[in-house]
């Protein structure tokens, strides 16, 4: 028998697109914003509904301003504005909301939400399970390996790893030296000036990966793509600041308290709990019944 799939949601990103598209009329009786909430827990429903694994872990990112990775390089994220307090509070929300649907969900004070599912990853596929990880953003391709899907949940898009590699223009382990290559402007990390997309991806086709550009970079000269003769030294001068951001792209697989109990299995739903946030968060009665059929 095929063991069942593991779905692995990035949580902060439908948090985040909800708080910037649902309406700001949602509040509580005490006035305070509950429109990102909301628009999670429709998410949720809606994720549950489609899917039909007992298996399914929920991973938040804490902080919001800092991790690991800061230590490494301290303007990582820099550029971010800081979330709202309206927003920092909704997360706690989400969370509570998520797990009184019966889902287990993780966060830590040091690692990200793409860490914990690189972690969870990792340690449902040693077990023979596939892996969909719900997400948009690109960095979490790189977990996916044959039988897993990188699924973009809101625009109901579903990657393998060959469409990922036909999406993206490198395979799913190449993904993390790609972004060291080109930067990532989202998480304010700086690539090797003048090396685009087309650039990054045409040199990892050649070679396969970071590594082996830096053992054989005297081959650079002798490719065909537009700008190769003048790529190695360019490559050699900011050798270091690539290396650094290949720090930062790659997802961490090893975090201790995702380690510590992995256990994605849903448990039954709490509709004690359920409720009680449904009434102090004035949510209306056609979420609650989605819910309440969710569990």
Known sequence: ???????????????????????????????????????????LCSLLEQTDSPLVGIAFDVSLTTSFRNEIYPEYKANREPAPVALKRQFAWARDMAEAMGLKCYGDERFEADDIIGTLASC??????????????????QLVEDGDTWWDFARNRQLGSSAI????GVRPDQIADYLA?????VDNIPGVPGIGPKTAAALLAHFGSLDAIWSRLGEIPHL?????????????????AADLARRLTGIERAVPSALADPDVRRVGLDEDR????????????MLRQRCLACG
């Open 181 to 185: 290559l080109t930067g990532d402007a």
């Open 165 to 168: 590699a036909e999406h993206f």
């Open 274 to 285: 359920l409720n009680t946030l449904f009434d102090d968060l004035a949510f209306g009665g």
């Open 124 to 141: 449902w596929k040693s077990r023979g399970h596939a892996i969909h990880v719900v997400t948009g953003d690109k960095d979490l391709a």
């Open 224 to 240: 065909s793509f537009r700008g190769a003769k003048t790529l190695a030294p360019k490559l050699e001068s900011h050798r270091e």
């Open 1 to 43: 028998m095929t063991p069942e799939p593991v779905y692995l949601v990035d949580a902060s990103i439908y948090l985040f697109r909800a708080w910037y598209s649902m309406p700001d009329g949602f509040e509580n009786a005490r006035g305070e914003p509950t429109n990102a909430v909301y628009g999670f827990t429709g998410f």
